[in-house]
């Protein structure tokens, strides 16, 4: 069953009066519950747009077509209000960003909480929940350590903690390893790769690497703002591989 079905989504952002960007024209895509998934495509095509729709960060456009439909678990959360999409968000979803996004003046620890905040769990239980999570990604004795005393690859396992220090269904990751080197992409991509395969967790990457693209399950590749290959998932490779056997 897909965790994660759009249909007819749209989006176009207007730069001025005159001059408009259509960065989505009519996408329909479906992401099955604990696949871990890259979208690939050229600077331009739509990649992050979908990803920022498909994370409830944007909503699809209403207009000049079929009504869009976003089915998250069934249910269509296309329309919802910008406070009911902010509560899914907290407690279904987690978010790791190119650029980490962490605050400067906290602590990684405190870095982490502040996603358990949004998500209505606080004091002692969500410290508790930050060192546990930040223990997952190899940080646990960094706690106390602020972003600008960690590596480049320790902030963004940092980001990767904050992600998912709630247990969320989904992980969304935007360029998750553009700022990092060969070594460092290869660790984050392996916890990616763990925490899907030991937690059951969907992740939806978008990224311009091939390398991370081969280490997913499925690409799909965007031009124009339209998908132009879903991809085949590894069971479906796995049970052609069965047939021709």
């Known amino acids: 069953m897909a965790l994660l079905e759009g249909r007819n989504l749209r989006k176009t952002y207007r730069l001025s009066r005159r001059n408009t960007v ?13 696949e871990m998934v890259a979208i690939m495509g050229p600077s331009g095509s739509g990649k992050s747009t979908l990803m920022h ?8 456009d209403p207009n000049h077509g079929p009504a869009p439909e976003l089915l998250l678990g069934g249910e269509n959360v296309a329309s919802l209000s910008d406070n009911a ?9 987690g978010f790791v960003f190119q650029d980490f996004n962490l605050v400067p003046t906290l602590t990684a ?3 982490v909480m502040l996603a358990c905040e949004y998500a ?25 350590h602020k972003p600008s005393e960690l590596s ?33 992409s290869a660790e984050v991509l392996a916890l990616f790769r763990q925490f899907n ?8 990457l978008v990224t311009h690497d091939s390398e991370v693209g081969d280490a997913c ?24 591989g069965e047939a021709v056997a």
Request: charged content about 30%; cysteine-free.
């Open 22 to 34: 259509e960065a989505l024209k009519g996408v329909e895509v479906s992401i099955e519950a604990g």
């Open 53 to 60: 729709i498909l994370g409830l960060l944007h909503a699809p």
């Open 85 to 93: 999409r902010t509560k899914i968000r907290a407690r279904r979803m």
């Open 109 to 111: 620890a405190e870095n």
């Open 120 to 144: 209505g769990i606080k004091g002692k239980q969500a410290k508790v929940a930050a060192v546990e999570a930040l223990g997952l990604v190899g940080l646990a004795d960094r706690a106390d």
């Open 152 to 184: 480049g690859g320790e902030q963004q396992r940092v980001a990767i903690a904050r992600a998912l220090v709630n247990k969320p269904e989904i992980i969304l990751a935007d360029e998750p390893t553009g700022n990092l080197d060969s070594d460092r």
């Open 197 to 204: 395969r030991e937690q059951g967790q969907t992740i939806v």
């Open 217 to 240: 399950d499925r690409v799909i590749r965007m031009r124009d703002g339209r998908i132009r290959d879903q991809g085949h998932r590894a069971v479906d490779q796995l049970a052609a």
